[in-house]
């Protein structure tokens, strides 16, 4: 998902997410492992993976990146988290033609 894109999220239509999905995201956006989220949250590691399917769909993202970048737009994890860093540089760094 382009920068463009992030805005666009934020101002277009409410995208809705229940609490599990933000929590969900807010972990993964932090670094943490599917498992290490089952571990964390009482589930099983099928049950994180078809949570993170379900914000990806709800997103409209299809890679960890976008879901990572949606989690800092809507400041789900701190953008100067270790992962959030490393994201909003990846971004930074596209070329205009991959955007």
């Known amino acids: 998902m382009p920068p ?7 101002d277009g239509p409410m995208i809705k ?10 972990l993964i956006a932090s670094g943490l492992t599917s498992e ?7 589930i099983t590691r099928s049950g994180v ?3 993170r399917d379900k914000i990806l769909d709800n997103i409209g993202g ?3 990146l976008d879901m990572v ?7 789900l994890v ?11 540089l990846r971004l930074s760094l596209r070329s205009p033609a991959k955007r």
């Open 17 to 26: 997410l229940t609490a599990r999905q933000k929590v969900i995201i807010s």
């Open 62 to 64: 299809d890679s960890l």
């Open 4 to 10: 463009e894109a992030l805005c666009l999220v934020r």
């Open 36 to 42: 290490e989220i089952a571990a964390r949250l009482s």
């Open 78 to 88: 701190p953008p100067d988290s270790v992962i959030g860093m490393a994201v909003a």
């Open 49 to 51: 993976s078809a949570h």
């Open 69 to 75: 970048a949606y989690a800092i737009a809507e400041d």
